[in-house]
């Protein structure tokens, strides 16, 4: 389990979250839950990075139905959960919560890519010591798009992501954008 220093490195590069909002209850287990509540008074739960990353907020698991348009992508009966998301739609994944608690593999849903992709060592205690802070998920912590739209007056909705578009990167519904592009790498 990560140390308070180690978490500290999140908010070192993080910061806290603005707005925050209340953290999410991924967990069943009694000690697990109490593990994530010492992470979350470190980390907080909402927004950082000028709006680019939603991260453990207590509304990301309404994003689970997005998992269900990407199931021919996924391994069968493994519950899942969404821990966080950047503006492009990319979904931090959390695996079976309930039996892991907070040592559950978390993978990374690539809409753009129709990729689902975990690696050796990525849970709940790395993602926030090594994997955020580090940059280590391809692509997750890029935000030159973002931070060019935003410069020119773009705005997001707290249910919108900036998607390609023929007329540029536009907002879009997270849950629309998932079921469209899931339906687009089935074909």
């Known amino acids: ?7 500290s490195i999140f908010t070192h590069h993080f910061g806290r979250p603005a707005p925050a909002v209340p ?8 000690f697990d839950k109490s593990l994530w509540r010492m992470m979350y008074d470190e980390v907080g739960a909402g927004w950082y990075r000028n709006g680019f990353l939603y991260l453990f907020g207590a509304d990301l698991p309404l994003l689970n139905p997005a998992l269900a348009a990407w199931a021919g992508l996924l391994e069968p009966e493994v519950e899942r959960t969404v821990i966080g998301r950047n503006a492009y739609g990319m979904l931090l994944v959390a695996e079976q919560t309930t039996d892991e608690g ?3 593999p978390i993978g990374l849903l690539d809409p753009a890519t129709g990729v ?17 802070p580090e940059d280590r998920l391809p692509g997750f912590l890029d935000q030159a798009a973002y ?23 536009g907002p879009e519904d997270v849950l629309a954008y998932h079921m469209r592009m899931a339906q687009a790498h089935q074909k």
């Open 147 to 169: 931070d060019a739209f935003v410069s020119g007056g773009g705005q997001l909705a707290a249910h919108e992501v900036l998607t390609a578009q023929a007329a540029g990167p």
């Open 23 to 30: 953290p999410g209850d991924f967990f069943a287990d009694k």
């Open 102 to 104: 907070t040592d559950a």
């Open 116 to 132: 689902y992709a975990k690696q050796e060592g990525l849970d709940f205690a790395s993602l926030l010591s090594d994997w955020l």
């Open 1 to 7: 389990m990560s140390t308070e220093p180690e978490i």
